[in-house]
């Protein structure tokens, strides 16, 4: 029978994650080293609960948080969230490794611009979403076509992959480096798609800027600006502007102010050297779409996210959320409005930046013991993952026999084949893997990557 679902419908399947995460849940005895479940001791149950006692103390406070709000979100959110945003921005030039003098005053300028499309931290640039991934959906929506290009690192963020796969968009992987993005590689694929016509089809580039998913890379201030110049030199060529669509989910679980672990001295670096945001990059906010998360930092339970965007894209993704859900749940919204105002939330991420630093210690001392010295593995600076390459093309994907043979010895990591885009102009990588140390335990982190590290032994 011809199916009655839409072409959407028939062309979206199940989400890898959703794979991955039922394979934890129905082997009691597995280590998770894949799903991208945060920590759980640390979800912030009492904090969480003193700020709603705060909420619905009263019927006049509670009342206008169990009330719908509006589309765009609720108005003392999206200020506190500009103003925290400015900060980690500030924050970030001042130990900046590019002229930090003149970006603080770049940024100066811009916070105080009279004209309101050039303030570049206003609340009115600000909507606030069902999690970052909200935004990443809609701004696929407002601004591509079936048919179109997307840039996005090689590899990405398998969700966002599927987003694009599922709203039939074509995706083009650029080259990642340890230091962040290959611009060369950047201007090569701008420069084939000008000479075959199809620049007009690129409509974003997709970037993951710290401690990505999967890799752990954080791109360089100095790069996020190549990057914007290379789009902008392609514009006239494209005949309209092309996006930096900018996911920061990661930025504030860093492990700076935690030199008192020892970490390699690479780490040590990249941790004191945490880029600002391509926001603040001159004369270039027009290009930039922002996203930011509260869930990461705080509970990824509490699902609210958001985005700057410059016009008209702005709007047409508030109209567009409009129809998805016309506004984000209003008691999660308040409950980040307190914690940023009380000072909870950055308690929260303090403590969470302690944790995972530890944890990642503990996963890097791990590798160093059990896995043959002949896989190569970076170690990050911050985030959730640990990024590692078989030798000799030694195949990690999910009908492998290194997968099988480590979800029968009870360990499971994300096959880095599933990050990579479904892109012609090259094969696709299948002999890596991403290691999480966000949900598993110290001891399961130990014994799961002793386990990973005994498979791996047999096949290399
Ligand atoms: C790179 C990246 N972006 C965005 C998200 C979505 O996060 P949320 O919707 O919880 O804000 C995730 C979640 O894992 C992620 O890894």
């Given at each position: 029978m011809k199916s009655y679902l839409s072409k959407m419908g028939q062309r979206t399947p199940e989400p890898p994650i959703s794979w991955l995460m039922q394979a934890a849940l129905s082997r009691p005895r597995l280590i998770s080293l894949a799903a991208g479940f945060t920590d759980n001791p640390s979800l912030p149950v009492a904090e969480t609960r003193a700020v709603l006692n705060q909420i619905l103390?009263?019927?006049?406070?509670?009342?206008?948080?169990?009330?719908?709000?509006?589309?765009?979100?609720?108005?003392?959110?999206?200020?506190?969230?500009a103003e925290h945003l400015q900060k980690l921005d500030f924050q970030a030039a001042v130990s900046s490794s590019f002229s930090p003098s003149s970006l603080l005053l770049e940024l100066k300028s811009r916070t105080r611009a009279k004209d309101e499309d050039e303030k570049i931290y206003s609340p009115g640039r600000l909507l606030i979403t069902s999690g970052s991934q909200q935004l990443l959906y809609m701004t696929a929506e407002a601004l591509c076509d079936e048919g179109d290009i997307v840039l996005v690192e090689d590899p990405t963020y398998f969700v966002y992959l599927s987003i694009l796969q599922s709203r039939g968009l074509r995706a083009r992987g650029v080259r990642l480096e340890r230091?962040?993005?290959?611009?060369?590689?950047?201007e090569k694929i701008l420069q084939s798609l000008k000479r075959s016509g199809e620049l007009r089809r690129v409509k974003l580039f997709y970037l993951v800027s710290y401690f990505q998913n999967p890799t752990g890379v954080t791109t360089s201030f100095e790069k996020k600006r190549g990057i914007l110049k290379l789009l902008g030199k392609f514009e006239r060529a494209a005949g309209h502007p092309i996006y930096l669509l900018?996911?920061?989910a990661y930025r504030e679980l860093s492990f700076s102010g935690r030199a008192d672990l020892p970490v390699s001295q690479d780490v040590q670096q990249r941790v004191t050297t945490i880029p600002p945001s391509t926001l603040a990059a001159p004369g270039t906010a027009e290009r930039v779409i922002y996203t930011g998360t509260f869930t990461k930092p705080f509970a990824t339970g509490a699902r609210v996210g958001y985005g700057v965007l410059p016009e008209p894209v702005f709007s047409a993704v508030k109209h567009i959320k409009g129809n998805h859900d016309f506004g984000t749940a209003n008691l999660l919204q308040q409950l980040f409005a307190h914690a940023l105002a009380s000072g909870a939330h950055e308690k929260q991420v303090t403590r969470l930046q302690k944790r995972y630093a530890r944890k990642a210690r503990v996963m890097k001392q791990a590798i160093a013991k059990h896995f043959p010295p002949s896989v190569e593995w970076w170690e990050p600076a911050g985030g959730l993952y640990f990024w590692a390459r078989l030798p000799g093309n030694v195949p990690t994907g999910v009908r492998s026999k290194v997968f099988q043979t480590a979800l029968k010895n009870?360990?499971?990591?994300?096959?880095?084949?599933?990050?990579?885009?479904?892109?012609?102009?090259?094969?696709?990588?299948?002999?890596?893997?991403?290691?999480?140390?966000?949900?598993a335990s110290e001891e399961n982190i130990r014994e799961g990557i002793q386990r990973l590290g005994r498979v791996l032994r047999k096949f290399l």
């Open positions: 103390r009263s019927p006049k406070t509670g009342r206008p948080a169990l009330q719908y709000g509006s589309t765009a979100g609720d108005p003392a959110l999206r200020k506190l969230t230091d962040g993005l290959d611009l060369a590689h950047l900018e996911d920061a009870d360990v499971l990591y994300v096959p880095g084949e599933l990050c990579y885009a479904d892109d012609a102009a090259r094969r696709k990588p299948n002999h890596e893997m991403r290691i999480s140390f966000g949900n």
